[in-house]
């Protein structure tokens, strides 16, 4: 599902919300997880998940075209956590 999907469903099953206004709220809630996992906080959504961010400290990597060593800086990465709720859901419980 991508975010027009997502927008599209939300609209039919709330036809008294106008589509500019849910695609607003949409990305209200995308740019806040953004903000919050940018200044390093967690993001939990009950039941559904949490996402939070991981350091990946620096490291002597190697390219694969060449086999030359090469330095990896450290980086920041997002992580998803499955939630128990979403978790039990795929499992059929």
Not at 24 to 30: K, L, Q, Y
Not at 44 to 55: A, M, N, P, T, W
């Amino acid at each position: 599902m991508i975010r027009s999907e997502l927008v599209e469903k939300i609209v039919a099953e709330n036809s008294h919300l106008y589509q500019r206004d849910i695609e607003r709220i949409v990305a209200t809630v995308f740019d806040e997880i953004i903000d919050a996992m940018s200044e390093g906080d967690r993001v939990e959504l009950r039941g559904f998940g949490s996402f939070s961010v991981k350091q990946r400290d620096a490291r002597r990597g190697r390219n694969p075209r060449t086999g030359e060593d090469v330095d990896v800086e450290e980086k920041h990465v997002p992580f998803f956590k499955t939630g128990k709720l979403l978790r039990d859901r795929l499992n059929g419980g």
